[in-house]
């Protein structure tokens, strides 16, 4: 059985620009794959790539891009737009932009329903108040009649979560969907993101930087660097053992338990311009563990354990 998503060598370009320098993961119905990575890495603009909402001047470009066993590399945007909203959602991570300041909460929640459904809009209220209900806001009757200015940064993440999720799609990407919220809060959005992904068989698409949420979540983790993966693999194996350098030091630089009595590490210099990666690893002028050959040769991204996958030259491939 094919997998619900399945993304193979995906590139995107801006210009001369690579932003993303081929990506190849896969999403299972029911699964979370956490995408992992500093800013600027590429993460969201997978992600827009996979909708089809890439920025103009955007170019995409992959060896396979399929949702439920189609080909929708070549889909136009009457197409595609049958899809987004439908069977696969979007959390988009900046909730202050992506609602339409001149419509009602309400107006847009009930439009998902009635473009993609043809649902009734006494229904369509009912399941938008049954939403905003379960991502833990309070008189969401009230709150369907406010425009987006009316409601607080971690009011309108939640409306936009809701929202994702009127059709109940088979895919929701969400990017960084907890970023305005509160702990409290954050904890009860990942909590109902389970309990959907349960209830429904809902592969998601989990875009953060957060290693915490990431242990939480996530069935498996793909860490990204200067747009590529860098290491991919279940969550358990690669929290109690990062093979890539880089997932090492994010995993050292994260807050977590069992880690009384040790310091936070560092990773020094900052990432890559992206019109400006070094050749051969594009990590290696920040590498606390470089050797000759890492600014030379081009790492593949290889098979070191079963069902674990890294970029670099110091690892040893399975069989090898």
């Known amino acids: 059985m094919s997998a619900l998503l399945e993304i193979d060598d995906l590139r995107v370009t801006f210009g001369g620009t690579a932003a ?3 990506i190849s993961l896969t999403v299972e119905k029911g699964e979370t794959h956490c995408l992992v990575g ?19 001047g955007g170019k995409r470009e992959a060896a396979r891009l399929s949702f439920a066993g189609e080909d929708i590399r070549d889909y136009d945007e009457k197409r595609m737009s049958r899809l987004r909203g439908d069977r696969m959602a979007m959390i988009f991570q900046e ?10 909460v309400g107006s ?8 993609h459904r043809g649902t009734p809009r006494a229904q369509a209220v009912d399941r938008a108040v049954e939403l905003l209900t379960r991502v833990g806001i309070t008189a969401p009757g009230l709150r369907l009649g406010q425009f987006p200015h009316q409601l607080s940064g971690g009011l309108r993440q939640r409306v936009m979560i809701a929202m994702a999720l009127m059709c ?14 509160d702990v409290t809060v954050q904890a009860q959005i990942l909590r109902l993101l389970a309990e959907l992904q349960k209830d429904l068989g809902l592969g998601i698409l989990l875009i953060t930087h957060d290693l915490g949420i990431v242990a939480r979540v996530a069935d498996r983790v793909s860490v990204m660097y200067a747009g590529k993966v860098v290491e991919e693999g279940p969550v358990g194996a690669l929290m109690a053992g990062p093979l890539h350098p880089y997932a090492k030091g994010l995993l050292g630089a994260t807050v977590h338990a069992g880690m009384r009595g040790k310091r936070l590490t560092t990773i020094p210099g900052a990432p890559p311009m992206l019109d400006k990666v070094p050749e051969g690893c594009a990590f290696a002028p920040r590498c606390a ?3 000759d050959g890492c600014q030379t ?24």
Do not use: H
């Open 297 to 320: 040769g081009v790492p593949a991204l290889r098979q070191i354990s079963p069902g674990r996958q890294a970029r670099c030259i110091r690892l040893t491939p399975a069989g090898g």
């Open 168 to 181: 109940d799609p088979e895919l929701l990407i969400a990017d960084e969907p907890t970023t305005a919220l």
């Open 38 to 56: 500093e800013s600027g890495c590429g993460k969201s603009v997978t992600s827009l790539a996979v909708m089809g909402l890439l920025a103009k």
């Open 108 to 115: 847009q929640m009930t439009e998902v329903l009635r473009r």
């Open 289 to 291: 563990e470089v050797i």
């Open 95 to 104: 909730p202050m932009t992506s609602l339409n300041p001149a419509y009602t």
């Open 20 to 22: 993303v320098r081929g």
